[in-house]
């Protein structure tokens, strides 16, 4: 079975930074696509970003301009970098894998998911 280890949040100033990590086992990941989504308690989960196995890159338009992901195959990791971090940031923040980049952005794919990371953006 995949398990998926994120870190990396913690609380940040308005304007600050953050990267975040996700560590996948029980799966090379270097052929599938990951993608980072977060969720706030009461609303539905929500895609952030994505990275196709070739490393081409999807962004939700709430993050485009401030967030980087990348991956690391040979650590079988994925990271999410955001700046300028917004009060509307506030998060827990997951990853997943799927085949393709389409499927790793949409929330509605995934029946397993790690415990997430929280990231709280506040002064």
């Known amino acids: 079975q995949v398990q998926l280890v994120e870190s990396g949040g913690g609380l940040v100033q308005p304007g600050g930074s953050r990267r975040l990590s996700c560590e996948i086992a029980g799966r090379t990941v270097s052929t599938y696509a990951m993608g980072w989504f977060r969720q706030v308690p009461g609303q539905e989960r929500e895609s952030v970003a994505a990275i196709s196995w070739a490393g081409a890159t999807y962004y939700s338009d709430s993050v485009k301009g401030r967030a980087t992901v990348s991956r690391d195959n040979a650590k079988n990791s994925v990271y999410l970098q955001m700046n300028n971090l917004k009060p509307e940031d506030t998060a827990v923040y997951y990853c997943?894998?799927?085949?393709?980049?389409?499927?790793?952005?949409?929330?509605?794919?995934?029946?397993?998911w790690g415990q997430g990371t929280q990231i709280t953006v506040s002064s």
């Open positions: 997943n894998i799927a085949g393709n980049i389409a499927l790793a952005k949409n929330p509605q794919n995934f029946d397993y």
